[in-house]
């Protein structure tokens, strides 16, 4: 865990203690994710679900006692030392992304497996065997998605095959093995993550190693949302967003203005717009051009400081700054989008 917590200190900036903590912990409000959107920390979003705040502080007093970070009243920032042992780190977990797939990873997952077994199974012609899964949750759907596919035993078999050889294709070899070691089926009797991962790594450390597997697994698997296996996983993860803002999304690309969906909603404005922020920063058919107005344009691109150090209260001193727009600009610009494109 300490290692991880270190890989997570940007090289420059210092972290707010208790936003940092929130985002650890998965705290999902519209503060804590821009916190981890400028400071490019949202894949850690949820990543430590059960850290204690005690515990906390203990990892981040060995840390400063390490030398390695330094804590002024409520910020902590690496020291040079710090940033020197962060670089031989090399990026631990790269392919983590808490932030999509974290509420519900190792149901999904689970899901997975139970799939191979019983596609396994019925490609050997046999029904006498010990199910991964009893509860109706994994049951019900494995049932249902296999109604639906429409495909023989032997269909099943071929095609799974494919999509499993084509996603754990893109993987790490080390991610591809952890993960197919997992599989039961047909005269296979698969193994738990502690037993393929060196015995000598803590608890921490093998639940974020098989997260970083599972999680590169399904962002491979989003790409072919055609596939039988994204029939049955795609509806599951799409669970890890805000319903609450698929709502407020949805209204507006039908054509409501944000007044109407306000009325119709009987949400309040900053509710909306803590939405559309999720929006803009979670999926890519955020509408932009048409929610940031020329005026806001404008005054924010003649800005000269790096967007990531915007304090709203600063730029607005006419009282004539929406928040809204001010974050919708600055997500636009850290996803890539050019000066020369916010002048229209």
């Given at each position: ?17 208790s936003s940092f903590y929130q985002l650890l912990t998965g705290k999902k409000t519209t503060s804590v994710l821009i916190f981890g959107f400028l400071n490019q920390l949202l894949p850690a979003h949820n990543s430590l679900p059960e850290l204690t705040q005690k515990t906390y502080q203990e990892r981040l007093t060995e840390l400063e006692k390490s030398g390695l970070i330094q ?274």
């Amino acid at each position: 865990m300490l290692l991880f917590i270190l890989s997570l200190f940007p090289s420059r900036n210092k972290l707010r203690i208790s936003s940092f903590y929130q985002l650890l912990t998965g705290k999902k409000t519209t503060s804590v994710l821009i916190f981890g959107f400028l400071n490019q920390l949202l894949p850690a979003h949820n990543s430590l679900p059960e850290l204690t705040q005690k515990t906390y502080q203990e990892r981040l007093t060995e840390l400063e006692k390490s030398g390695l970070i330094q804590i002024e009243e409520n910020e902590v920032f690496l020291t040079s030392k710090g940033r020197e042992r962060q670089k031989k780190l090399n990026v631990l977990y790269p392919d983590l992304h808490f932030d999509l797939y974290g509420r519900n990873w190792e149901e999904a997952w689970r899901l997975v497996k139970f799939a191979i077994q019983v596609v396994s199974y019925l490609n050997a012609h046999q029904s006498e065997y010990l199910p991964a899964e009893t509860s109706p949750f994994y049951t019900t759907k494995i049932k249902t998605w296999l109604v639906h596919s429409g495909y023989s035993k032997e269909q099943l078999a071929d095609t799974i095959y494919h999509e499993l050889s084509t996603c754990l294709g893109k993987l790490t070899k080390e991610q591809a093995n952890l993960l197919a070691n997992q599989f039961s089926g047909y005269e296979q009797i698969g193994l738990l993550p502690y037993q393929l991962i060196e015995t000598s790594e803590d608890e921490t450390t093998v639940y974020l190693q098989q997260a970083q597997a599972v999680h590169a697994f399904f962002n491979q698997l989003q790409r072919f949302p055609d596939f039988l296996f994204s029939q049955l996983l795609l509806p599951i993860l799409e669970q890890n967003y805000n319903q609450s803002m698929l709502v407020t999304r949805q209204l507006f690309l039908q054509g409501h203005s944000l007044s109407e969906i306000m009325t119709y909603r009987h949400l309040k404005k900053g509710t909306i717009t803590d939405h559309l922020v999720e929006w803009a920063l979670f999926l890519d058919d955020f509408p932009f051009d048409q929610l940031i107005s020329k005026e806001t344009n404008q005054l924010l691109a003649s800005q000269a400081t790096p967007v990531q150090t915007w304090r709203y209260q600063e730029l607005n001193k006419t009282g004539t700054l929406d928040y809204g727009e001010f974050r919708f600009y600055q997500i636009r610009a850290l996803k890539g989008g050019r000066k020369d494109e916010f002048n229209s």
